[in-house]
């Protein structure tokens, strides 16, 4: 079993900043990609940001020049850093990650529960 546990959510004024954090823990031999997805009401759920084993990223082109993702990866935790927010930016906030199982050496896709990020103008 797997788990992943965010945290860093809540309300942001338009042009203030966010750090959200999310935490794997479990029956883990390894993690690869993890990254931060987000979901408005009404609409897809989106890739912000993306972060590999071995820290590249890949980022949205909505958050690109305004987020950094990273990870430290003896805590198996991911980190969102946003900057010059906007009510766009609104939604909620998914943590991932392609945990390789310590019991079976498979590889699975996790999800977090998902942490509300909303920013008023």
């Known amino acids: 079993q797997v788990q992943l546990v965010e945290s860093g959510g809540g309300l942001v004024q338009a042009g203030g900043s966010l750090r959200l954090s999310c935490a794997a823990s479990?029956?883990?031999?390894?993690?690869?990609?993890m990254g931060w997805y987000r979901q408005a009401p009404g609409k897809q759920r989106e890739l912000v940001a993306a972060i590999t084993k071995n820290g590249s990223t890949n980022y949205a082109d909505s958050v690109k020049g305004r987020g950094t993702i990273a990870r430290d990866n003896a805590k198996n935790t991911v980190y969102l850093h946003m900057n010059g927010l906007n009510p766009e930016d609104t939604a909620s906030y998914y943590c991932?990650?392609?945990?390789?199982?310590?019991?079976?050496?498979?590889?699975?896709?996790?999800w977090g529960q998902g942490t509300q990020v909303t920013v008023s103008s």
């Open positions: 991932t990650a392609q945990v390789v199982h310590s019991l079976t050496l498979d590889q699975y896709n996790y």
């Open positions: 479990g029956s883990i031999f390894s993690i690869n990609t």
